[in-house]
């Protein structure tokens, strides 16, 4: 019987596979391009081309695609077959450098933010060395950047890469001046924890809302949802477990580092979360995981659903981004080791970490944006749409004692006695952890815990990564021109602190008087809609960083942002057009049925029983009917306000229509739809409740 260690990585082209399919000296040379970014000789390339193909074909390959990501939000591929047709009539199986190291896709149906017209096709994909091939099915993937015939980036991997290298420059200027002469590299890290919900297919293909829109939008809360707190970590269902071990064995094939799985809080909700990676590899990884989730659960009866808030009152899915920075020598810059007030490295990357998390809060608020994620933030489930830093009381503590030059009084260690001989005592951690805050701080990396579960991760993590290498780049300038470098760097580290310390918040996130204080006392940002965040994009601070620093062009950013917003737009109008579809044929229909049913009953019952009340059906047939009345007046007011948008000047006036219109008609249609679902037989019902559906895994 094998074991995971035997398979593991067995789809993967990686270290170990080309360490024996690749001669020394092409190893050597890819490993270079690899770890040190040299470039790729087209020798190389050949040789790496050849073994690939030959290891690809002898694991059952028939084909290769350029695996891209461009900016739908999940990955695109274009397959094509190893065979090359030879004189005598047979094929050949041929791979060469050139198609290893360049594709040419049809770009014109790729969103692009007016970055090309429609009518030019040409794009190009890049082969990315940093991120290993793998065998999907009976294609070898090779991850590849993507960008337009004019060199426009057009995906989420190449500013990805661009952050992670800029990031690498400024933070090695800083390990410099620490005297750090041998670290070659500094890589952001990452690991981000995925969490979903799993229902039954025959559930999902009786909602039209789910199967259009990823989300329900009717159903009326069921008897029982969360509130025992009973699927938290509870025991796992066995057709769960079956998709998680299926869903294992898949991942750790591709080499994806698949660790920890649980029931979270809402009914039928679940977590996976991956051991650390590089952050491209981890980007990369998480779009596999969310692709394989679903064709594992399809082969299960199961139906994945990655939507932020799939259902109204339970817990929507989110997706945490553990981040770190560490050096190819393994120092993880995040560390604060045994006596953080002493660190001074520590302390000048974390200093860094806060003035960029403050000085770019709408940056990071839009790489979160979406539709979806609007439903989720805020809502008791996840942190609110105010951006602050939870640092916990010892690193507050020593941040305060620097700030006002005063000794810091160190906190020891507390040793835990549980009351139990048999049990083990054990220090307890210096910090609690804290649920509500949007940046966290957990020991040696930071959570940022606001990313929807249908998010790529390498928009936040572009963000993050080039905003802490702008600060970065600041403290380097300065302390490169220090006549005193300790003097100076006391001094960098104490001004940081009084300049950014508005953004460091240790309480209860989910407060009603904390979003006060932050946005009326503080002065920080809450931008509760995508509507809302999305135009700060183009703000001119965020303009010159992310030029500056070479990680977006001007025009990148102005097309990102249309084409966000187009997608924020085209994803609640039809939405919209769901529900008013939905009412229109099914929900409309069927209370009417039901309701002229009651009442023909109650009339069969007076010619029956003539002293009969009838008061229940009597009372019934008017709440319905004055229910049916309102669910045709908000169907018809939601009606208008989509037929209103054809008349919005620009995306960002359609986005602001969507806000102010649309999205409240939405809700305003759903009360009176659920009223009535609670009204009305279950016979007559059209779809399944969310009883049914939350409940149906076994």
Request: net charge negative; aromatic share 8%.
């Amino acid at each position: 019987m094998s074991t995971v260690s035997d398979y593991f990585g067995s789809k993967v082209f990686d270290d170990r596979v080309m360490r024996a399919k690749l001669s020394a000296e092409i190893y050597a040379s890819l490993r270079k391009t690899i770890d040190e970014g040299k470039e790729l000789d087209i020798g190389v390339a050949n040789a790496v081309a050849e073994a690939m193909k030959n290891w690809a074909v002898e694991n059952g390959a028939t084909h290769f695609t350029h695996w891209f990501q461009p900016l739908t939000g999940i990955t695109a591929e274009k397959h094509d077959s190893f065979i090359t047709p030879s004189p005598d009539g047979s094929v050949i199986m041929e791979f060469s450098g050139k198609e290893l190291i360049k594709g040419e896709p049809d770009a014109s149906s790729f969103p692009s933010g007016g970055l090309r017209a429609t009518f030019e096709a040409r794009g190009y994909t890049a082969w990315d060395p940093t991120s290993y091939a793998f065998i999907k099915g009976k294609t070898l993937c090779i991850p590849t950047a993507f960008c337009s015939y004019g060199g426009h980036a057009l995906d989420k991997k190449t500013p990805l890469l661009r952050s992670m290298e800029v990031l690498n420059k400024q933070a090695l200027r800083i390990l410099r001046l620490f005297g750090n002469d041998t670290a070659k590299r500094v890589v952001s890290s990452v690991g981000p924890e995925q969490e979903y919900f799993l229902i039954t297919r025959e559930m999902y293909e009786a909602r039209p809302d789910l199967r259009f829109t990823g989300r329900t939008l009717f159903g009326a809360k069921p008897p029982k949802g969360q509130e025992l707190d009973d699927h938290y970590f509870g025991v796992i269902k066995p057709g769960v477990a079956a998709f998680m071990e299926d869903l294992n064995n898949e991942l750790w094939k591709l080499g994806i580092l698949a660790k920890t799985e649980h029931n979270e809080v809402a009914p039928a909700q679940h977590e996976l979360a991956p051991i650390y990676t590089t952050t491209n590899i981890a980007t990369d990884h998480n779009q596999l995981t969310m692709e394989i989730m679903q064709k594992v659960a399809e082969r299960h009866g199961l139906v994945c659903l990655l939507h932020e808030k799939p259902f109204a009152g339970v817990n929507g899915s989110g997706k945490h981004n553990n981040w770190s920075i560490a050096t190819d020598e393994g120092q993880n810059l995040l560390s604060p080791g045994d006596t953080p007030y002493e660190n001074a490295q520590f302390l000048l990357i974390l200093c860094a970490v806060i003035k960029a998390v403050d000085d770019y809060q709408d940056l990071l608020r839009i790489s979160v944006a979406t539709a979806g994620n609007d439903h989720r933030l805020g809502a008791n489930e996840a942190p609110p749409a105010v951006i602050s830093i939870f640092l916990g009381d010892e690193l507050n503590a020593v941040l305060e004692a620097i700030e006002t030059d005063t000794p810091y009084q160190g906190t020891e260690k507390t040793l835990m006695k549980l009351g139990v001989d048999v049990l083990p005592k054990f220090s307890r951690d210096t910090t609690d952890r804290n649920r509500t805050s949007p940046f966290a701080f957990t020991g040696n990396k930071f959570e940022f815990r606001m990313l929807g579960s249908a998010n790529s991760i390498a928009c936040a993590n572009i963000m993050l990564n080039s905003a802490v290498a702008e600060s970065l780049r600041i403290y380097a300038d300065r302390l490169e021109k220090a006549d005193d470098f300790e003097s100076a760097l006391h001094e960098m580290i104490k001004k940081t602190i009084k300049d950014h310390k508005r953004i460091i918040f240790n309480g209860n996130g989910y407060d009603d008087a904390w979003i006060t204080e932050a946005t009326e006392k503080r002065g920080l940002l809450n931008y509760r809609t995508t509507a809302d965040c999305l135009p700060h994009l183009l703000d001119e601070k965020n303009v010159k960083m992310l030029t500056s620093l070479g990680v977006f062009s001007e025009d990148e950013l102005r097309s990102r942002r249309d084409i966000m917003l187009e997608n924020y737009c085209k994803s609640v109008t039809i939405e919209a057009n769901t529900m008013i579809n939905m009412v229109h044929k099914r929900i409309a229909p069927a209370i009417t049925r039901f309701t002229s049913d009651l009442a023909k009953q109650a009339l069969d019952k007076k010619q029956l029983f003539p002293d009969l009340a009838c008061s229940y059906e009597a009372e019934l047939v008017t709440k319905l009917s004055a229910l049916t009345d309102n669910i045709t007046e908000k169907t018809d007011e939601l009606q208008e306000a989509v037929l209103g948008l054809r008349d919005a000047e620009d995306i960002i006036t359609e986005s602001e229509l969507i806000r102010d219109t649309v999205l409240p008609k939405m809700c305003e249609l759903r009360i009176p739809c659920d009223q009535a679902e609670l009204l009305t037989a279950k016979s007559y019902w059209p779809f399944p409740t969310y009883g049914d559906i939350l409940f149906s895994v076994k």
